[in-house]
């Protein structure tokens, strides 16, 4: 009997030895495991793929202050050669402040906003921006709050305002209706802010492409616009910017100066900038 | 007697042990979903040259990007914007912030206006607008409209 007890004793034994080795073993591999999965994620962090930084392609100049002139002037032709030398807004040397300006149009002045370089600026500008709906598109936010062109434009005196309509309103019957509405627009802003010098932007041709595939954007009816929008701009005694002189001399837009025949790519708006720069 | 506590002990050590391993573990996974800057910029640059957009995106810098999406200069800690040339609704955006839930709640409206704005005038962006990347990671706020999104989110998941 004894001898019984003393072997179930003896396996009882062994049997917890077991059991606490394989407790210790688990213990182990545990934490083992633990420092492994730390060290592993740790080398994941150190090591990263290709590094290209993102780098600032926006740079600005000193700023020149310009006078105010009343009178009205084409672009001169010899500024067209100066701006031709210019290949981008980094080799530009000074830029005229537009901190004090207002720029109002459609996608071809939005891009203007995003891609010229332009430092400073307020800006009017939605994709589609037509005069037929003017009075009524609240799309200008200020404040929280979305207002038309003419409200927003109560809340603070310009010294610049440059206009660029047109290119939406091409398929318009009557080009006159689009003068007449230009027209009422040039009168309200003037006693909105009567001391600001206002300018009307031609507009900029398309591609000769665009021009033969479309009925509408066509550089005949532009040119035809362009006459008008010039013959107003006498009229009503503000300045007219001719920016074809210096964005497509020929008549037409290069197929290099577009991304879709109507849009300009990012060399061409810095052009538009440097003509801007370059007005009195 | 004496066998039964250390079999306690050793019981009690192992639960301790299991314990940490667990913490350690899902302490790891947090700090995974961290970005940095340099993913960013390796995201952003490798979207940019791909061939996942239609226009020519140009960096914008920080307060014209600003002022494009509403967004005041105190409720960000820093804004990468590549827009489009107005011939499209494509753009880029990461934005750094404390406040990722506000700031994508504001980039979600200014898709919608985007929708808006585009539906009269080139309607065939309003798909691209609909299917827009806009995700949360880490600290950054990822807006992307893109003429191949799937080539953006692709590089996206590779970078971050």
Redesign the interface.
């Known amino acids: 009997m004894s001898r019984g007890r003393n072997r179930s004793r003896e396996q009882e034994?062994k049997r917890?030895k077991i059991?606490?080795c394989m407790?210790?073993m688990?213990?182990l591999v545990?934490?083992v495991?633990?420092i492994f999965?730390?060290v592993a994620?740790k080398e994941?962090?150190n090591h990263?793929?290709?590094?290209?930084?993102?780098?600032?392609?926006?740079e600005f100049y000193e700023i020149d202050d310009t006078s105010e002139d009343n009178s009205f002037i084409d672009q001169d032709s010899s500024q067209e050669e100066s701006t031709e030398e210019l290949t981008s807004q980094q080799e530009n040397d000074t830029q005229k402040s537009f901190e004090q300006s207002l720029f109002i149009g459609?996608?071809?002045?939005?891009?203007?906003?995003?891609?010229s370089g332009i430092k400073g600026g307020t800006?009017y500008t939605?994709?589609?921006l037509n005069l037929k709906d003017i009075d009524t598109n609240a799309?200008v936010?200020e404040n929280g709050e979305k207002k038309t062109v003419l409200a927003a434009m109560k809340n603070k005196q310009f010294q610049e305002i440059y206009l660029n309509f047109g290119l939406n309103e091409l398929g318009w019957v009557y080009e006159d209706k689009f003068i007449e509405q230009y027209d009422a627009f040039i009168k309200q802003v003037k006693e909105i802010q009567p001391e600001a010098t206002i300018y009307l932007q031609s507009i900029i041709y398309v591609t000769k492409k665009e021009s033969e595939s479309d009925s509408i954007f066509t550089n005949e009816r532009i040119r035809l616009y362009n006459d008008k929008i010039k013959e107003l701009a006498q009229k009503e005694q503000v300045k007219y910017i001719d920016l074809n002189e210096t964005l497509a001399p020929e008549g037409e837009l290069k197929e290099t100066a577009t991304?879709?025949g109507?849009?300009?790519?990012?060399e061409y708006?810095e052009k538009w900038l440097q003509v801007l720069n370059q007005v009195n | 007697m004496q066998f039964n506590k250390i079999k306690k002990l050793m019981s009690i050590l192992l639960c301790i042990t299991m314990i940490f391993v667990v913490v350690g573990c899902s302490k790891e996974e947090k700090k995974e979903t961290a970005v940095t800057k340099e993913q960013i910029d390796s995201f952003v640059s490798q979207s940019i040259e791909s061939d996942g957009f239609k226009d020519e995106l140009a960096f914008v810098d920080e307060e014209k990007a600003l002022d494009q999406y509403g967004i005041t200069k105190e409720e960000i800690e820093s804004i990468t914007a590549y827009l489009g040339t107005g011939a499209s609704a494509e753009e880029l955006v990461c934005i750094k912030t404390k406040d990722t839930d506000k700031i994508k709640s504001l980039m979600t409206q200014h898709l919608e206006e985007q929708k808006k704005n585009f539906e009269s005038y080139l309607p065939d962006e309003v798909p691209k607008i609909e299917s827009a990347l806009v995700e949360v990671k880490g600290d950054y706020v990822i807006v992307c409209v893109a003429d191949k999104i799937d080539t953006i989110k692709k590089l996206q998941s590779d970078n971050l």
Do not use: A, C, M
């Open positions: 034994v917890q059991i606490l407790i210790i688990i213990i545990g934490l495991g633990g999965l730390s994620s994941k962090k990263s793929s290709n590094k290209k930084t993102v780098e600032n392609k926006g459609d996608s071809r002045v939005e891009g203007f906003k995003l891609q800006f939605v994709v589609g799309f936010k991304i879709d109507i849009h300009l790519v990012k708006y």
